[in-house]
Nanobody, 117 residues
């Protein structure tokens, strides 16, 4: 499965961006879909997760500002990011897993998000 992210860019603090991640096959065959991010010099961290049933979970640092959703008809998962802060600056990666016990894992190539103060 190939995951292709889009929607990153440069935005001022307080602004919004929407990231998209489109899969090369039906997302109905995928279990969890997630967004991770990695800032320079820091470890990759989980930002948001959505299950095949639509249950969502968020990192404390983005809870209330970011919203993850998935559109299985378009094979796409989204990350709506509002009230952006400079500390949200990072490369954002799309993740998906499949199979029993999530034995199959897929990553996108990443998209840069830069928030200026």
């Amino acid at each position: 499965v190939q995951l292709v992210e889009s929607g990153g860019g440069l935005v001022q603090a307080g602004g919004s961006l929407r990231l998209s991640c489109t899969a090369s096959r039906s997302t109905l065959t995928l279990n969890r879909m997630r967004w991770y991010r990695q800032a320079p010099g820091k470890k990759r961290e989980l930002v948001a997760s959505i299950s095949s049933g639509g249950s969502t979970d968020y990192a404390d640092s983005v809870n209330g500002r970011f919203t993850i959703s998935r559109d299985n008809a378009k094979n796409t998962v989204y990350l709506q990011m509002d009230s952006l802060k400079p500390e949200d600056t990072a490369v954002y990666y799309c993740y998906a897993d499949a199979g029993i016990a999530a034995t199959l894992v897929y990553w996108g190539q990443g998209t840069q998000v830069t928030v200026s103060s």
